[in-house]
């Protein structure tokens, strides 16, 4: 496992071999079960994980029991909370496995060695960051002034190999309708589809 990470690492920057040995004696390897969690709403978050196979979700439970996700985290993605993570403070938010999912995980303090000893590892995190405040930005955007249909071609624009592998009442959550909305939209596209090709 920890060599599909090195691999992402050697893609990703130039990194001496020393470099991605310090990496490798900082990290540990964990494998979640489906439905496992990897964070609890309440505990603090203090780690940074990277995942090598599966998928995580993020979401909120409401008052009412309501599950909202608000971000999912498949092959090559990182997850973690990163309010929590920060101010060292509960989460407000669960992570849990959507599949069995295998990760490559940091705890803050081994984190931190490696973001102090490796510049290169350092700079690739504050990109990855910055990108994912744009995808924020973005995903706000959509909900705002997206139709449903939109928000759903969007959704599998960006996320094609996971568009077949989540289950739908999951992405009916992400994309913040109903399931039955969901079904509604994809058989409108089906239509269109099965009427341009007649």
Known sequence: MKDKFSQYLLDKIPIAEN???LINRLCSVRKLRRNQY???EGDTCNFVAFVVSGCLRTYK???????HIVYFAAENWWAGDRESYVKKMPSAFNIDAVEETELVYFTRENFEKVS??????NKMMYLLLQNSFIASQNKIH????FTAEEKYND??????HLANRIPQQMIASYLGMTPE???????AIAKSIG???S
Do not use: H, I
């Open 19 to 21: 470099e991605l040995q």
């Open 38 to 40: 990897l964070l609890q």
């Open 61 to 67: 439970t409401d008052f009412k029991g309501n599950e």
């Open 116 to 121: 102090e000893s490796v510049p290169e590892f």
């Open 142 to 145: 959509a909900a705002m002034t």
């Open 155 to 160: 959704f599998v624009a960006k996320f094609t």
């Open 181 to 187: 909305t969901l079904s509604r939209v994809k058989s």
């Open 195 to 197: 009427k341009g090709n």
